[in-house]
């Protein structure tokens, strides 16, 4: 009953910026993950960015570091991903997902952790 709808996708110039917004229900927000990924195609899906429900910790990607932010609201049971300096290489499908524990920190961007997914919003960087 966990569900998760992602928004703010579409297209945009490099160099601009995008915000994605994820809306959770069903999940008690008492420990556990929201993190966003990303998969081009006939690429491999893969973590950008992970905030913990917690205490609101925060791991990226190399990819994305100093670039993109996640952040939580949980008064609204929403978490988002402000992309700035897009590149075209960002292009994909964004996922948001969430889980209630990964086990270690080492695998928060590991998409086989996540067991609650949205069904992506397209992000398109063109030069």
């Known amino acids: 009953q966990v569900q998760l709808q992602e928004s703010g996708g579409g297209s945009v110039q490099a160099g601009g910026s995008l915000r994605l917004s994820c809306e959770v229900s069903?999940?008690?927000?008492?420990?556990?993950?929201m993190t966003w990924f990303r998969q081009a195609p006939g690429k491999e899906r893969e973590g950008v960015a992970a905030?913990?429900?917690?205490?609101?910790?925060?791991y990226y990607a190399d990819s994305v570091k100093g670039r993109f932010t996640i952040s939580r609201d949980n008064a609204k049971m929403m978490f988002h991903l402000q992309m700035n300096s897009l590149k075209p290489e960002d292009s994909a499908m964004y996922f948001c997902?969430?889980?209630?524990?990964?086990?270690?920190?080492?695998?928060?961007?590991?998409?086989?952790?996540?067991?609650?997914w949205g069904q992506g919003t397209q992000v398109t960087v063109s030069s």
């Open positions: 905030i913990g429900i917690a205490r609101g910790v925060t």
């Open positions: 069903g999940y008690t927000y008492s420990s556990g993950w």
């Open positions: 997902a969430t889980t209630e524990g990964v086990g270690s920190t080492a695998f928060v961007l590991v998409p086989g952790r996540y067991n609650y």
